[in-house]
């Protein structure tokens, strides 16, 4: 009897070679009896061989190979080298007073010392380390009168001092009432133009905002020019070298101020987009005596939503946001605010923003840097009480 043929066994015995064959390592013998390479097996081998993966142990334990390395010890920090203009073209004198503003001033000196010149930060007092990761060339420490001291006729004598001695291309004030008020002392005895409240420097231009925000004035970067808060990042690269050098000997002459101390203001005589403080309320206040009182102990400008104004709780020139006034305040406590966006454009400058409002997912919630989520009518009372306390401690 034939015996019956199974086309599915015959073409299994065909393939069952190439399916048995091992993965890795030496393959099945060539027809002339040689072995045939396995790049793949190869190079697997070689890599386990060399570099094993590391296995990162926590804290106590080791790592194969490393005794009782910990992971700490494989990190390597390595400094980076200062970066040194040994020969600057020019100079951008920075003038400085140990604030946090200094450092996006002298950021914004960057921009313009970075097309071969030197940024050099005249300040009193300083620390040369401070300015080194700052991104300052230079050190040259401001004589005069110390900081804290009212006397704006000899700091303005002092940087004009300086002025004269390193002979800068660019000055840099901040634009903050006191340093404000040097720089355009400065430019009238200079009998220079100052160009204020810069906001951003670019291609070899100065560029501000103009009538109110809707236009933008552009000029080339002149000699004198003061810088907005908060317009220009810090600098983040490499550090400079902030090299010591010695300041020009100045002596103050006659005083015109003979004496100065601080006089206490109504904080509502202040205008909105000149406070650094603010206590606005929104629709969600409905106890205004107690809005008033907590101003008063907080000693806050105050300030509302349009609604608020519209409802004539407040005067209209105390409304903040688009169709109002845009704020640069320093801290903005917005009470029962829910944010609506034309109000939220009017506070995108603002430094801090504290809200209190009892919906968690409100707008103003998700802007503020420190959110109460409760009713105004009871965080207000227990705010007086606490201030109130406070300052009965105290006298």
């Known amino acids: 009897m034939r015996e019956r043929r199974d086309p599915r066994a015959e073409r299994a015995a065909k393939l069952l070679p190439a399916k048995a064959r091992p993965r890795y390592g030496l393959t099945a013998a060539r027809p002339e009896g040689r072995p045939r390479r396995d790049p793949r097996a190869e190079r697997k081998a070689a890599t386990v061989a060399e570099s ?30 200062p970066r040194i203009i040994a020969d600057p073209a020019f100079h951008v004198l920075v003038i400085a007073g140990a604030r946090e503003i200094d450092r ?55 940087v004009l001092a300086a002025i004269a001695s390193l002979k ?7 634009e903050t009432q006191d340093d404000g008020d040097i720089a355009r ?15 951003d420097i670019r291609e070899g231009r100065a560029i501000r ?12 970067v002149p000699r004198l020019l003061t810088i907005a808060v908060d317009a220009f990042a810090r600098h983040e690269g490499a550090p400079h070298e902030a090299r010591e050098i010695e300041g020009p000997e100045f002596e103050a002459g ?5 004496a100065a101390k601080a006089v206490p203001v109504d904080p509502d005589t202040v205008a909105l987009a000149e406070a650094d403080f603010l206590l606005s309320g929104g ?30 709780h407040l005067p209209r020139e105390r409304q903040v946001g688009a169709s109002g006034t845009l704020v640069t305040a320093g801290c903005y406590f917005a009470l029962g605010i829910s944010g609506a966006p034309q109000h939220l454009q009017g506070i995108q400058k603002v430094g801090r923003v504290v809200a209190v409002n009892t919906d ?31 300052r009965r401690g105290a006298e």
């Open 360 to 390: 968690l997912h409100a707008d103003m919630v998700k802007r503020a840097d420190l959110a109460i989520v409760a009713d105004a009518q009871q965080v207000m009372p227990a705010l007086i009480r606490l201030l109130t306390s406070k």
């Open 168 to 174: 800068p291309a660019h000055v840099l004030f901040a």
């Open 185 to 199: 002392r400065v430019a009238a005895r200079l009998g220079e133009r100052l160009f204020a409240r810069v906001e």
């Open 104 to 158: 996006q001033m002298i950021g914004a000196a960057r921009v313009i010392a970075d097309a071969g010149g030197g940024a050099v930060c005249v300040a009193s007092p300083f620390k040369a380390e401070d300015w080194a990761q700052a991104g300052a060339d230079r050190v040259m420490p401001l004589s005069g009168p110390e900081p804290e001291t009212f006397d704006p006729e000899a700091r303005a004598g002092a």
């Open 209 to 220: 905002r103009a009538n109110g925000g809707r236009d933008a004035l552009s000029v080339e």
């Open 254 to 258: 006659q005083k015109g101020i003979v």
């Open 52 to 81: 094993p993966r590391l296995r990162i142990a926590r804290k106590g334990g080791g790592l194969p190979g490393t005794g009782a390395r910990h992971v700490e010890d494989l990190a390597i920090k390595v400094a980076p080298e």
């Open 283 to 312: 629709n969600g206040v409905t106890d205004w005596d107690a809005f008033a009182e907590l101003a008063g102990l907080l000693g806050a400008t105050r300030a509302g939503s349009r609604v608020v104004c519209d409802q004539g």
